[in-house]
């Protein structure tokens, strides 16, 4: 996969942006990420900031959670393509920010979304499962629209009782009874032995 545009042919400058001092830099940008200024405000700003939208900062969690908070952040679709050119972009145990949960959620194995590409696993089980959905291809979108159209109609339920809906937790148990379905040859959880432990996890 290549790229090419005018951007090729401009001069290269430093990335702006900081991660301030140690530890402290961390949890100021992770104060201010969830409580002073929210997701779209706090990545808004440092845009205005550096004038750039890549930029160099602290993404939480965090200290305590996360060993190594510091990001560079791609906020534009000029500069995403980026992500694909495995000579620029370590994909090594990250998926979505700094934070990798502990192997022992997985029975000691590291799943594909934390794999990098250039591994050999990698490849492996990402073909085990596009075989997986492709072999379930003609069930998948009616399951789907399944649903989706139960989770509505609890959502509804919740409205007309309570004038609130939990609508994180009804989608959560949708994914999962979606996927438990999907490959359980349409099996509700519900009617098995795993019912009573889903809201646990």
């Known amino acids: 996969m290549s790229f090419s545009s005018d951007s090729d042919h401009r001069p290269l400058r430093e990335i702006p942006g900081s991660y301030g001092l140690p530890f402290f830099g961390p949890i100021l940008d992770r104060h201010n990420y969830f409580y002073h200024e929210g997701r779209d405000k706090f990545f808004a700003s440092r845009i205005s900031r550096h004038n750039s939208t890549v930029i160099r900062t ?105 004038t609130e809906a939990g609508f994180n937790d009804v989608f959560s148990q949708a994914s999962f009874n979606f996927m438990f379905r999907l490959f359980c040859d349409n099996r509700d959880p519900s009617h098995t032995n795993l019912a009573s432990k889903v809201s646990v996890y």
């Open 58 to 162: 602290n993404m939480p969690p965090g200290p305590f959670i996360s060993s190594d908070p510091r990001v560079i952040a791609l906020l534009d679709g000029a500069s995403f393509p980026v992500l694909f050119d495995n000579n620029k972009v370590e994909k090594f145990n990250v998926l979505d920010g700094t934070f990798m949960p502990s192997t022992k959620f997985t029975g000691g194995f590291r799943v594909c979304a934390y794999l990098d590409t250039t591994e050999p696993n990698h490849e492996l089980i990402k073909d085990f499962f596009l075989q997986a959905l492709a072999r379930r291809k003609d069930s998948f979108l009616p399951l789907f629209r399944n649903c989706l159209r139960e989770s509505f109609a609890e959502i509804e339920d919740q409205l007309s009782k309570n």
